[in-house]
């Protein structure tokens, strides 16, 4: 049948098509007014499901919630089925150095973090970005640590050195001055110049966090007032006088050379712990407890560490890092030393048996994984393992995600009676087909996340992976 206007209408067929067609792809990101609807908001206090409910935001803080369909203007999303859970934190990464941002930006928002606990790099990279991160759509919320201070010579890249008490001050105040959110501290640090830091810290008003160095002990720690303990170093060597003798002789045999990974995986110190018993440790889990220190165990990066020759899930993400991380990684898989792996292997099924006991102590622990230039420890990807080796270490699902979502908001000093998710609270949201508070393998079923005002569908999501592999092919180590 001709049709009727002439040659214009099949400009018009064709024009639908068209429209039609660009309709169906998928929809960038954008910042701008949203509402959606239909999702079962997931309490992470205590597992409470509230469900067919609307969350509508505007900018990064949630306008109104109440039963769908709720009204408000701008885009709108079905989440018919879906389940809403805060934006989760990783609360141990070194991304802004060596070009790391611009490919964990990406996979960080593509497996729903929204914030990270930055735990050191470059000063001058740590003060610029403070400032970038405000204008980048990509960059997570970032609580920002200084760079590491440690003992004299420096071994880490982006580390400030500190050999006395005098000197430590005088750094403090200058690290205190330049506006980081904490201090942190590292293994070879004297106990004279931890003094220094730790007092001066103190009366500052800047938490202390990092590392329990090689010549202390995690009481002497506890008592000088530190925040937070990262790897959980010498954490299961202090349960035995023991074995904190042998690393704090090892430390002074050759200070110079000392580190809390090659000390851990030593043969002495795994003979020493041959036969730990996690009852010792109930003494230290109390007073770790009541004074609230907080842990972060990054058991995957300890995982990763001792098991060089990567599973295949492990190889098939190798493009997700820079090309110099690979040459690395692979470089360290041939010059492995099995002896100190299978040490390494023993600390941490250790550590592993730890983490249900400090919980039930009330221990506060946060998840972290040391996303950085770590072995086979990928930005994203790692947060999910380090929350499923929770699990298998005896904390519930709703446990393990607490301490990515609550647990870190806490820390902060969020006030822990009042919900995430709320009117007036950052729109920093994650939506799952099914509940990791129920399953924490549901954390594999991520169908959007919501950060800096914008709402990343799964399309969205699965094309910030793609731009995290181009991004990692021109990026340094």
């Known amino acids: 049948m001709p049709y ?37 908001i997931v309490d992470v206090a205590d597992g409470t499901r509230v469900p067919n409910q609307s969350i509508n935001f505007d ?63 470059h000063l001058a990279s740590a003060l610029a970005f403070r400032a ?14 200084s760079p590491i201070v440690d003992g004299a010579p420096q071994v880490n890249s982006f580390g400030l050195s500190t050999e006395d008490e005098p000197s430590a001050r005088h750094l403090v105040r200058e690290l205190h001055r330049q506006g980081f959110d904490f201090l942190k501290v590292y293994d070879r640090l004297s106990p004279g110049a931890y003094h220094g830091l730790t007092s001066e810290a103190r009366r500052l008003g800047m938490p202390i966090e990092g590392h329990v160095p090689l010549a202390l002990s995690p009481d002497l720690v506890i008592a000088s007032g530190q925040r937070l303990i990262d790897h959980l170093t010498l954490i299961a060597e202090g349960c035995s006088p023991r074995t904190l003798s042998v690393v704090n002789r090892k ?30 440790c109930k003494p230290l889990f109390d007073r770790l407890a009541r004074k609230r220190v907080w842990q972060v165990p990054t058991f ?50 250790i550590q592993l048996s730890m983490l ?48 990515a979502t ?22 920093d949201l994650v939506l799952f087909a099914a509940d990791p508070t129920a399953d924490i393998g549901s954390l594999a079923t991520i169908r959007g996340v919501v950060a800096r005002g914008m709402y990343h569908d799964r399309a969205s999501l699965d094309a910030l992976l793609v731009d995290a592999k181009r991004r990692a092919k021109t990026a340094g180590k």
């Not at 141990?92 to 060596?98: F, I, K, M, P």
């Not at 998840?367 to 699990?391: N, P, Q, Y």
């Not at 647990?407 to 009042?418: E, F, L, M, S, V």
């Open 4 to 40: 009727c206007g002439g040659k214009k209408e099949p400009m018009k067929f064709l024009g639908t098509i068209v429209l039609t067609l660009l309709a169906m792809l998928p929809r960038p990101a954008v910042a701008e007014p949203t509402t959606i609807d239909h999702v079962t």
């Open 59 to 121: 900018g990064d803080r949630i306008n109104a919630i109440g039963p769908s369909p709720l009204r408000g203007p701008g885009r709108r999303v079905d989440g018919t089925g879906l389940f809403v859970l805060p934006g989760l934190w990783d609360m141990h990464v070194h991304s802004h150095r060596e070009r790391r941002w611009t490919y964990h930006y990406p996979l960080l928002r593509a497996f729903g973090i929204t914030g990270v606990r930055d735990a050191g790099t």
């Open 132 to 145: 970038r991160t405000k204008d980048d759509p990509l960059a997570p919320r970032v609580i920002w640590g």
């Open 251 to 280: 430390n002074a045999e050759d200070p110079r050379e000392s580190d809390s990974l090659s000390i851990l995986m030593s043969n002495e110190v795994a003979s020493a712990m041959m036969n730990f018993d996690i009852r010792t």
């Open 300 to 349: 995957v990066q300890l995982e990763t560490f001792v098991s060089p020759t990567a599973p295949p899930d492990w190889q098939a993400r190798r493009d997700y890092v820079s090309p110099g991380l690979q040459a690395d990684w692979e470089k360290s898989v041939k010059e492995a030393d099995p002896v100190a792996l299978a040490n390494g292997r023993k600390i941490l099924d």
């Open 356 to 403: 249900k006991p400090m919980a039930d102590a009330g221990v506060p622990i946060l998840a972290g994984t040391d996303s950085s230039s770590e072995m086979w420890v990928f930005a994203g990807f790692s947060l999910h393992r380090e929350l499923e080796l929770f699990v298998e270490a005896g904390l519930s699902p709703l446990q393990a995600i607490q301490t």
């Open 406 to 427: 609550l647990n870190p908001r806490i820390y902060a000093g969020h006030d822990r009676g009042k919900p995430l998710i709320r009117p007036g609270e950052r729109a």
